[in-house]
């Protein structure tokens, strides 16, 4: 079974820069996964952020950037605002299925 | 604009079936894959099911395979999944997503709001 693992939580002071990761339990995430992330308030329909590893969306702020990191994939927020507290949300494609990491809940204090 | 409206969701007895849609508009429906994704409640997002923009190709996750349907009409600008022998695990809010497919991309770019399917008796 395709497991796709991010971290529970994390919590960044405005102003500050943190990375959320997303690992594969089959090996080293690549390009090849096309990673994509997405943001999800409460009560609201997630949005699209990055896509295949580092593409931004019209709609992306400036500082969110996603990579790839020691064979995981990467969201890094900048200059973190207190709109940012949200559920994270990587997905990566495993060749004909999908498959979505746990989701970070990131909190901003 | 890009809209995606779903519809369908209900309570529904284990064992039973429903049938959900997803209005397409502001798009060229035709020219586009699709996927359904659900989210149970308080939990993460699990991918459900693809279609590509012809129909020619279908995926399925292994949790449904074999009981639900994804199919499409390019001429209503719609989206279904229809959903049988459903069990209380799949209760969750449905989400249809557009998918981009090109060389280069494999991504969801727009999601609809959603549609609660409760299965309990």
């Known amino acids: 079974q395709t497991v796709v693992t991010q971290e529970p939580s994390l919590t960044v002071s405005p102003g500050g820069t943190v990375t959320l990761t997303c690992t594969s339990n089959t090996g080293a995430v690549t390009s090849g996964y096309y990673p994509n992330w997405f943001q999800q308030k409460p009560g609201q329909a997630p949005r699209a952020l990055i896509y295949?590893?580092?593409n931004k969306h019209s709609w992306t702020p400036a500082r969110f950037s996603g990579s790839l990191l020691g064979g995981k994939a990467a969201l890094t927020l900048s200059g973190v605002q207190p709109e940012d507290e949200a559920e994270y949300y990587c997905?990566?494609?495993?060749?004909?299925?999908?498959?979505f990491g746990g989701g970070t809940k990131l909190t901003v204090l | 604009e890009v809209q995606l409206v779903e519809s369908g969701g209900g309570l529904v007895q284990p064992g039973g079936s429903l049938r959900l849609s997803c209005a397409a508009s502001?798009?060229?429906?035709?020219?586009?894959?699709m996927n359904w994704v659900r989210q149970a409640p308080g939990k993460g997002l699990e991918w459900v099911s693809y279609i590509s923009s012809s129909s020619s190709t279908i995926y399925y996750a292994d949790s449904v395979k074999g009981r639900f349907t994804i199919s499409r009409d390019n001429a209503k600008n719609s989206l279904y999944l229809q959903m049988n022998s459903l069990r209380a695990e799949d209760t969750a809010l449905y989400y249809c997503?557009?998918?981009?497919?090109?060389?280069?991309?494999?991504?969801?770019?727009?999601w609809g709001q959603g549609t609660l399917v409760t299965v309990s008796s």
């Open positions: 295949s590893t580092s």
């Open positions: 502001g798009f060229t429906f035709s020219s586009h894959s």
């Open positions: 997503a557009r998918v981009v497919v090109t060389d280069r991309r494999l991504d969801i770019d727009y």
């Open positions: 997905l990566l494609y495993y060749g004909g299925a999908w498959v």
